[in-house]
């Protein structure tokens, strides 16, 4: 867990703006278009440095493909009080049993929304399971959740563990999430907390990578 904090805390705003790094990409595995293989051939000969692959709910892809490029990771559903959140683990260990419980039985609670939506992951025992198995908790996109107070629940996060915040992300492109933030609500935030991680990705969904 340390190391992959650290692994992330070098990786700069720059290098996710020159697409060096994306962390954040889905593919067929999920809900996205694209070929979980195909898609890190295609980073390799973009030059892209690191990805992680991010689908919904499953670590399916990353057991039957890993590359020195690609970071595991897996995008949870969650209920968090009222807010419906996504959180995003990375580089944990697939094989791990604690989180086992928290992955989908089925490809429907990869793909589905409205499924996804009755998620029962209690967040506090899945960053616990994250943690567990040598990885860490982001939450993503957080400019698009219904609080009140984005800050008040990032800091209600992070007293139950949570490593990260998604800090670069193409929020005009994200039409399917309504926005309640800034992107610059976020950022704040993230410079408040210098010991939260600040990732990015561009939750790419397409079948060539990248956009
Ligand atoms: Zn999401
Ligand atoms: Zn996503």
Not at 148 to 157: N, T
């Amino acid at each position: 867990m340390k190391n992959i904090k650290d692994l992330l805390k070098k990786i700069t705003k720059d290098d996710y703006q020159n697409k060096l790094v994306n962390l954040h990409i889905h593919t067929a595995y999920s809900d996205g278009e694209g070929d979980f293989k195909q898609i890190i051939d295609a980073a390799k000969e973009q030059g892209y440095k690191l990805i992680a692959i991010t689908d919904h709910n499953t670590l399916e892809g990353h057991k039957v493909y890993q590359d020195d490029i690609l970071l595991t990771g897996a995008e949870f559903d969650c209920w968090y009080g009222y807010v419906f959140i996504h959180l995003l683990a990375y580089g944990v260990d697939i094989n791990n049993e604690k989180l086992q419980p928290f992955l989908a039985k089925t490809k429907k609670e990869t793909e589905g929304a409205l499924i996804r939506l009755f998620s029962k992951r209690n967040v506090k025992k899945l960053i616990e399971a994250i943690h567990d198995s040598g990885g860490i908790a982001v939450l993503a996109h957080p400019a698009c959740y219904w609080a009140l107070s984005l800050e008040g629940l990032v800091k209600s996060l992070m007293k139950i563990g949570l490593d990260g915040i998604e800090t670069y992300y193409p929020y005009p492109r994200f039409r399917r999430v309504v926005k309640f933030h800034s992107a610059n609500d976020v950022l704040k935030i993230a410079d408040k907390y210098p010991e939260l991680v600040k990732t990015g990705g561009d939750d790419f969904h397409g079948r060539v990578f990248p956009e």
